[in-house]
């Protein structure tokens, strides 16, 4: 798993009956470097963000523009976060606080890797497990697997997880794969999506307007 650091100072807040003896009991703020990795998104697309060499404190995924995170202590949503600011990184600085503090734990990376699922041989199911399944869905869901097809996208875990959900997903034009929103691979306005596909520009926009008729 390919990782990236990103070194932030963590905010914790002590009381003065703590550490700040001789200060008249007020409460102050101690700023406490807490380097920390966000991890490559798992098969479920979400984020392990890990501490020291393999600590994993938790890990952040999105739904509907939400972002929650699974720690020790059990699952939290974050809500949206401030506008210009990445989820990941709002999940990210929050889990290094808690950490910080105490208040969760960490595991480790090989644990959570072991635990994780594995791709399914074959179809995978027509919705997420979290999408209701009512006719609207259904029908969102198929024109969704057919715009993969299409455009040699294939769904290796889960079904279609609403249009601006992460959908892990692996490009059959070369070796990527990690998560993508149906709504930026759908086109806008009668236009096909772009050609680059996904980070590292695949086999090339050329050979892939080629093979694709939808862009000839």
């Known amino acids: 798993m390919s990782t990236q650091l990103l070194e932030r100072p963590t905010a914790i807040t002590v009381s003065g009956d703590q550490s700040t003896a001789g200060l008249g009991g007020n409460t102050i703020t101690v700023e406490t470097a807490t380097p920390y990795r966000v991890g490559a998104p798992d098969i479920q697309c979400r984020y392990p963000v890990i501490v020291g060499e393999d600590q994993v404190i938790g890990r952040a995924y999105r739904w509907h523009r939400d972002w929650f995170v699974i720690t020790t202590k059990g699952e939290h949503n974050l809500r949206r976060p401030p506008k210009g600011t990445p989820g990941t990184d709002m999940a990210a600085a929050h889990l290094a606080e808690e950490y910080a503090a105490g208040r969760i734990g960490a595991v480790p990376l090989d644990q959570v890797l072991a635990e994780a699922p594995t791709p399914l041989c074959g179809p995978v199911p027509l919705l997420h497990p979290r999408m209701p399944i009512n006719d609207r869905n259904i029908e969102s869901a198929q024109t969704a697997f057919a715009g993969l097809a299409a455009h040699h996208w294939r769904a290796v875990l889960t079904g279609f997880p609403g249009s601006d959900n992460h959908w892990f997903l ?47």
């Open 170 to 216: 692996s490009c059959e034009l070369c070796p990527w794969e990690g998560p993508k929103f149906w709504s930026h691979l759908r086109g806008r306005n009668g236009e096909p999506p772009s050609a680059r596909r996904h980070k590292g520009g695949c086999i090339g926009e050329d050979k892939v307007r080629r093979l694709i008729p939808a862009y000839q």
